[in-house]
Each structure stands twice: as structure tokens, then as C-alpha cells.
């Protein structure tokens, strides 16, 4: 059956939410003189990826091990932290030659997580307000992954069901359990190298969105089905294979 409709994650997927982190924790942590912590930054900041979302909580666990436990220091570094969300934000260099190229033979869409107003103007920000069709917020419609819900609120918008959609994410309940439940096809954009930590598998994993193109056009070309067995399928053992440490967006 041909794909008609691949909705994309936006941050860790499209846009590089794990760089943009570390350059903030990294601004937050020059806030604060030596004497208050106890490991050195490079650790530091290694323990705030390793957290389970990428947030101001898990920077001031991450602070609290190295030693930095006084509110005024910590008030400091957060000030600087949130100073500008955004700040490092950019996208992967394929993410918008790919979604375009894609374009060409299918519709495509974002279904993201987050407030309206931060996921809005990220968008904004990184100059792709206009590049989708479809974009679905989860604060817009009071539902977020990984509810079925969203998904299926997108393919309404789209008029197409479930079996003729991909999505591509990169967080493996929110996108990937989360598509899988609604239906779809789920592809594991894997583009940290990471090992796979999830409980439900993805039908395939690509490290880039322009190797998802270039599976598609040739899944296009010969016919071959794009799940697990077929063309696509084989790039599941090759993207689990690539190993690294787990990444858990918080959006």
C-alpha cells in the first residue's frame, strides 16, 4: 500500500534539542565559580544528558551530585538556563532538503509535543512555520503523545488512515510506542547512535532523515512493502547496531 502521509517529531528529530541542552547547562554552569562544585564541568554537564528529560530538573540533580546545593547558586544558574530557551537550537543539516524531497511524494506533517506558545515559536525560530502542512501541538488539542489520540488527530486532518502514515521520531514511547498504538508505521530516527531502550521496537530505524528518503524513493521505485521483511525493514538491525547512550527528550 503507498505511503500517503509521514508526520515527523520535531525536537531530537528534526531540530538538535540534545546540542541546544548541553549549550545551556554549559552557560549555567559558567555562572558559577569553581569552589562551589565538587566534580569538573565536562562531568557535570555528562550528567545532565544522562538525565530522563532534558529540563532545569534535571540540571539541578546533576548540580546537587557535583556539590552545588545553595539556593542562591542554584537561582544563579537558572537564571542563565532559562535566560533563552532556545539558545544552540538548530537544525540537522538534512532535515529540510529531506522533508521537501519527501514532499514530493507524500504529504507530510509535525506532531509535537509541548506549549503552544515555546513549540510555536521554535518553529519560528528555526524557519519551518511554513514548511509543513500539518502541524499538531499537543497543548492545542489537550492530548500528547504518546496518546493515540494526537496521531489519530492528524491523520483526520490529513483524510488518510493509519496504514498509508509513517512517523518518525526519535523518543521510544512517545513516538514510537505511541505511532505504533495509533496504527502507523514507526520509524526510529536514531540520529545519536544510541542503543535501544524501548519496550515496543520500532517497524524500522534510520539514522537521518535523508536515509528515510532514500529508503522510501527506493521502497517507491521497486515496490518492495516498507515494513520489517521488506526494504525498510532490514534498516532496523543496522540503525539498533550503531550502540550509545540513551537520549530522552523532554518534548
Known amino acids: 500500500m503507498p505511503i500517503r502521509l509521514v508526520l515527523f517529531d520535531l525536537d531530537d528529530t528534526l531540530c538538535d534539542h540534545r546540542g541546544s541542552f548541553r549549550v545551556r547547562v554549559e552557560a549555567a554552569l559558567a555562572a558559577l565559580p569553581d569552589e562551589v562544585l565538587s566534580l569538573e564541568r565536562d562531568v557535570i554537564v555528562a550528567l545532565a544528558l544522562a538525565q530522563p528529560s532534558h529540563t532545569w530538573e534535571g540540571v539541578q540533580r546533576a548540580l546537587e551530585v557535583a556539590g552545588c546545593t545553595d539556593p542562591a547558586w542554584l537561582e544563579r544558574a537558572s537564571a542563565v538556563y532559562a535566560r533563552d530557551r532556545f539558545l544552540g537550537l538548530s537544525l540537522f543539516a538534512d532535515s529540510v532538503t529531506a522533508v521537501r524531497a519527501i514532499q514530493r511524494r507524500a504529504l507530510t506533517g509535525l506532531v509535537t509535543n509541548g506549549p503552544s506558545a515555546i ?50 521520531g526519535d523518543h521510544p514511547i512517545n513516538d514510537v510506542a505511541g505511532a505504533q498504538r495509533a496504527g502507523l508505521t514507526s520509524v526510529w530516527c536514531n540520529r545519536y547512535g544510541q542503543a535501544w531502550q524501548g519496550d515496543v521496537e520500532p517497524h524500522f530505524g534510520v539514522a537521518s532523515l535523508w536515509e528515510l528518503y532514500q529508503e522510501l524513493e527506493e521502497w517507491a521505485s521497486s515496490g518492495r512493502a516498507p515494513f520489517p521483511g521488506g526494504i525498510l525493514g532490514e534498516k532496523r538491525i543496522a540503525a539498533r547496531s550503531r550502540g550509545g547512550d540513551d537520549d530522552r527528550s523532554d518534548v
Open 119 to 168: 513549540q510555536r515559536a521554535k518553529l519560528a525560530r528555526l524557519g519551518i512555520e511554513r514548511l509543513f502542512p500539518i502541524v499538531v501541538v499537543s497543548e492545542e488539542i489537550g492530548v500528547a503523545k504518546p496518546d493515540p489520540a494526537i496521531f489519530q488527530y492528524a491523520l483526520r486532518l490529513a483524510g488518510v488512515r493509519p496504514e498509508e502514515a509513517l512517523y518518525v
